[in-house]
């Protein structure tokens, strides 16, 4: 089973027989067999036919409508019952469990942090990376050690804080300086796009563990609220570095954005993409998404797929307990 990404924009998606055609023009971009598919999400402004929406309710395949910054705009699910017992399993979970799962969460992401680094290490040969390299592979190791939520947010901090210390080195633009992480506001052009591109990734993340019948509140590493739905970011920590932190630096050290004419710096403070700079690193991140990647079973998937995958992973946790759940890593 797959999902059918439609990201391109202004395309007609139809049924032929039991084949989903995708259409730009006179253009076939993708096909698809009905029956071999798990859900369609459709980016931005695209079109479906009435034949396809009754055919995907009849075999209870969600068709999911969100922008092309990945937020979701609704669904189209079938009518059914039990729809939140899933949820009631996520509630059961022990406080022994979520605590073994966050420290899995908070593992993984010092060790896709290290990735990067590393990456940069190998280019640059710099002594400060190569000592923040080495704390994040003890913070890693000292994690196991942690008895609570308070505790493993320790470890957590202590490593962004040390990946964060030595991001600036990464840089080879001298337009962009930085001077360490801040959020609210953006105090600088990379921090405004390191902002944006969480929040693209986080909202896509909330689509899929919505579409899967999770609820979005409930989390083991963060705490969630009536307005944070903690669980978006609990999944979202292990692909900051390896999709957006990565994707930045590329940007930036390629020349592609300009630290002048892509940012807004308002009166009372901060930084922020204007329209042109958000249209930039969107269009970067949504190429970057589409890319063709080889999945576990060895077939090709767009990058979307990854995040799916994530999400339907801690879903089969969530309903079979005994089974291991592995945060995403990268090499």
Known sequence: MKSLYVSQQGCYVSLRQDCVVVKQGKTVLQEAQLPMLEQILVFGQSQLTTQLIRACLFRSIPIVYLSRMGRCYGRVLPVTSGYRSLARQQYALSEEIRLAIARQIVVAKLKNSRVILQRQQRRQGNAE??????????????????????????????????????????????????TGRSKRPPGDPVNAMLSFGYQVVWNHLLSLIELQGLDPYEACLHQGSERHPALASDLIEVFRAPIVDSLVLYLVNRRMVDATDDFDFPANGGCYLNELGRKKLLMALIGRMEEQVQTATGGMAPRWD?????????????????????PYRIR
């Open 129 to 178: 990376l190569l000592g923040a390299i080495t704390q994040l592979a003890q913070l890693a190791q000292q994690i196991a050690q942690a008895t609570s939520i308070e505790q493993l947010m320790g470890y957590e901090g202590a490593g962004a804080a040390s990946y964060f210390g030595v991001f600036g080195i990464c840089i080879n633009h001298p337009d962009f300086v930085w």
């Open 306 to 326: 990854v995040l799916n995958r994530q999400v339907k992973m801690f879903r089969q946790f969530i309903t079979q307990v005994s089974l291991r759940y592995e």
